[in-house]
């Protein structure tokens, strides 16, 4: 067999595979459409993610509870605003009405493989969800940006107590005794507690950030010993020696609570709740959250409310261990003081993409087992039996003639991508066909090949001769047990599951070997 004879059977057999991919890929993108197998896949691999169950049937899994636990949170991670909105569906009385029947045909497809809802309530998802969206949604979920917040605040309280007002009442107390005057100094102590505490309440209110509300308090405690120095203390019987002790003891108050750049970097690092904090309040067994417990019993109210709530929630023991993990991680990169949860959320970000590409692994496999049933579906109802097609190709010219000439009339080489030959031949319009009459067979499949291929005659289908040519190759077939035709539709299907994409790219290759060239482009 000569060269140009070889490369003839090569174009005819891959332009075959590569038309008949083209339909499949049209029926798997309605199939994945009917049953909503991208969405359904994002939110399995979003609870497994928070379950941590990378291999659900090995001894290591986590136990029952704990995935139960992730599909609980998933499904208030789906009802949250960032990801709810990502559901976007077709608006309009006739979007609605196919919509209906969609979802009940995947309803049905539940009962039928006893499987479960995985979007709990709700009948549909995103099929798609940006990683900033989980994790700003997963942060809010767990409010760890308010009980920050709270725990800040009541540090700064108790800052201001123990540290702050208590000390100054000991120093200002002492004098009163050494002069026995009780009301000593009692106008500038009332002003500056007013003061200090105004900023206890700048700072809940958000309006003013933790390092600026230090530096407040402390300059309100300069303001304070400025009071002090100018206050008449020698008329009420104060020696210079005890002036002087007096304002001394005020200022190393002072300076021992900012004294230089390090030390207010300590004092700011022990008020303001570290990533490690925050994580632990997902651990009732924790100082942190024991400290949270204690607060909401002095204060109730709001921090009331928001410990029950946390309460509530159902928490993955691996995601409590996932999220302390990447705590650690984002404390050693955070770049300015206030942006740990920044960080936070960027290491969670990160955690979700790395997620996400494994799950898209496991997705393309199973789509690749999808296209093989596909593909499977597609051989038996046409008949696309590779070992004929390859003894028609092989042994009738016309035949082969008219496939390369189609082939070369279609001028693959000024094609971009497998996308652009199904529009060039029709097939991309198989969709709206397709999903009327799915729901019977596939042998619209049939009528759309031969609609868009019927200038030219093709080795498939269900002729009777096709049956008789089958037949006689049948009988001198060297293995009774499995039959030619099989074998024939395997490797058809095996074939077709490699995708448009790979026959496009490999016919290409082929049609410009064939040339001896590509076709210059004008």
Known sequence: MSLPIVLEIAVGLIFIYLTLSLVASEIQEILSALFQWRAEHLKRS????????????????????????????ADKLYGSPLIENLNYEAQGRGAAILRRILHGVGAAYRTVTFSRNVFGDRTSGPSYIPSEAFATSLIDRLKLKDFQQILMRSRFSTFLEDEVIGPLHNIVNELRARLQKEDLMDAELVYFEQSVNQIAVELTARRLPLDAAVDQVLYELQAFETRAANASLADLGANAEMIQTFLSRIRYLRMGLSGHAETNELLLAKLRPSLADLTDLLNPNSPTYAELVALAQKEGGAIRNALEKLQEEVIPPQLQESLATLATRAETRVDAVGTELQQLQTEVETWFDNGMERA????????????????????????ADTLYMFNRLSTNQAVRSSIVQTADQLDIGSLESAEALAAEQGIDDLSDTL?????????????????????????????????????????????PVIPRRLVGWGI????????ASFWFDLLRKVMSVRASGEKPRE
């Open 492 to 499: 058809t299907a095996l074939a077709l599951s490699m995708g």
């Open 435 to 479: 999903v009327s009459e799915l729901r019977g067979d596939l042998r619209s499949v049939g009528l759309a090949v031969e609609e868009s291929l019927a200038d030219y005659p093709l080795p498939i289908g269900r002729t009777q001769k096709i049956f008789r040519a089958q037949q006689i190759a049948e009988d001198s077939w060297p293995v």
């Open 46 to 73: 979003i609870e497994q993610l928070l379950a941590g169950d990378s291999v659900p049937h090995t001894k290591s899994a986590p136990p029952e509870d704990n995935r139960e636990a992730a599909r609980v949170l």
């Open 360 to 383: 898209a692994g496991v997705y393309r496999r199973n789509v690749k087992g999808v296209g093989l049933m596909v593909g499977l579906a597609i051989a038996f109802i046409l008949n």
